[in-house]
């Protein structure tokens, strides 16, 4: 997306140019119809997305097998597509329905046997991290949670934690509740230095915060396109590319094997992340997925960041001045690309909100998004709204 252009409003974030931001605001049609900063719950659909849709079912309507090669380069494009957007290798991204299925895959490449048994993760991840991993106790993983119930991550208790009895950390790169982010650098530094393997949960940053997964060492990353990524209905797993000979998943199917595509019976594993794999894919939300991703990829996740943090600064100095309660970290190399705010009864107020044409989310919080198609009047918006319904 181009970055010249006409002379920038004085209020607006450096990063992007109006005509450009117009642009970009029309190819998402639920922006016409509300004030919608909720893309860390779920983000806008381009209208791109239509004609994969159409196309797909043109597909089904007038079936042919052969159908599927075309649908495995699709497939193929948007995981490199992600990985590309991470800062990793071509073949080194595998998709499926959603991160759960591919957490447990990961969990399933390991013994957990004394004494380097112990999965330690905090009392901020989404609930996924901890059921799957209680779920591997009965194989022996023994699930260690930091935490003091607060609302941002203890880093110091959480690297105290980690000795020659850890074998996978497994955290969010922001948490869900708080939109509080972890030094990730410094994080896999403690863990390489015992031992321990780096599991990291980006499902509410990727797309809004950039994340460089070679120059971070970092050895797993999963996430999701529903959220910033624009996307609907499918998950990544990234590996370490020198990290894959080492792992063999106990929870697996048949495209992960190095013959899948003959149809025989395979006798080793697919090359690449592939090895993740599970059984036959369902097409249609990757390449629906890779519209997004596309729109996104022209930007730059930089400017994405540099806008989104211009937006949430706003939300936060709107709601310092209203003395509305923040739970957010205020600096900026510390926060998402949410901001989460303390509002009495905060999930009617969300309702109510959602009447008035404008849309959050509320988890524990009241969750405000924006994300890279969204405007500075529109948090004046919500933040009027929100005003209006705390003093109603």
């Known amino acids: 997306m181009s970055r010249s252009g006409p002379t920038r409003a004085p209020d607006w974030p450096q990063c992007l140019d109006t005509t450009a931001h117009a642009a970009l605001r029309a190819e998402f049609p639920l922006l016409q119809t509300c004030v919608y900063l909720n ?3 779920t983000g806008a659909a381009p209208r791109g997305a239509e004609r994969v849709l159409h196309d797909y079912w043109e597909t089904l309507r007038t079936w042919r097998d052969d159908v599927w090669q075309d649908w495995h380069v699709g497939l193929d494009r948007y ?3 992600v990985a590309a957007l991470l800062g990793a290798p071509p073949g080194s991204v595998v998709t499926d329905a959603n991160l759960s299925a591919l957490l447990a895959r990961v969990a399933s490449c390991f013994d957990y046997r004394p004494p380097r048994d112990r999965v330690v993760t905090t009392d ?3 609930p996924t991290v901890p059921f799957v991993f209680r779920a591997f106790g009965r194989y022996g993983a023994q699930l260690d949670v930091v935490g003091s119930g607060g609302h941002h991550l203890d880093q110091d208790a959480l690297e105290a934690r980690l000795d020659e009895r850890t074998l996978l950390v497994c955290v969010s790169h922001a948490s869900f509740i708080s939109g509080a982010t972890v030094d990730l650098p410094r994080l896999v530094a403690r863990a390489h230095d015992v031992g321990a393997l780096v599991v990291v949960d980006a499902y509410q940053t990727v797309g809004v915060v950039p994340l460089d997964v070679t120059a971070l060492g970092v050895d797993v990353v999963l996430g999701g396109a529903h959220k910033w990524l624009c996307g609907v209905g499918t998950a990544f797993l990234y590996v370490r590319p020198d990290l894959v000979p080492d792992l063999e998943p106990a929870a697996t199917g048949w495209q992960a094997g190095d013959r899948a595509f003959t149809f025989q019976p ?3 594993w697919a090359p690449g992340a592939r090895r993740f794999a599970g059984g036959t894919p369902y097409p249609l939300t990757s390449l629906v997925s890779q519209v997004g991703l596309d729109l996104l990829a022209g930007i730059g996740v930089e400017a994405i960041r540099a806008h989104s943090l211009a937006l949430t600064q706003r939300a936060l100095d709107r709601a310092h001045a209203a003395g509305i309660a923040v739970v957010s970290p205020t600096e900026p190399h510390r926060r998402g690309g ?4 303390d509002v009495p009864d905060g999930e009617a107020v969300k309702r109510r909100l959602a009447t ?3 849309i959050c989310s509320w988890r524990g919080y009241l ?7 969204n405007t500075l009047d529109e948090v004046d918006t919500f933040m009027d709204a929100l005003e209006k319904e705390l003093h109603r």
Request: with cysteine; glycine share 8%.
């Open 39 to 41: 893309s860390n719950s």
């Open 79 to 81: 995981a490199d597509s």
């Open 124 to 126: 901020l991840e989404y």
């Open 266 to 268: 395979s006798t080793d």
């Open 338 to 341: 949410v901001v989460c705010l």
């Open 356 to 358: 008035r044409g404008v």
């Open 367 to 373: 969750r405000v998004g924006p994300h890279v198609y």
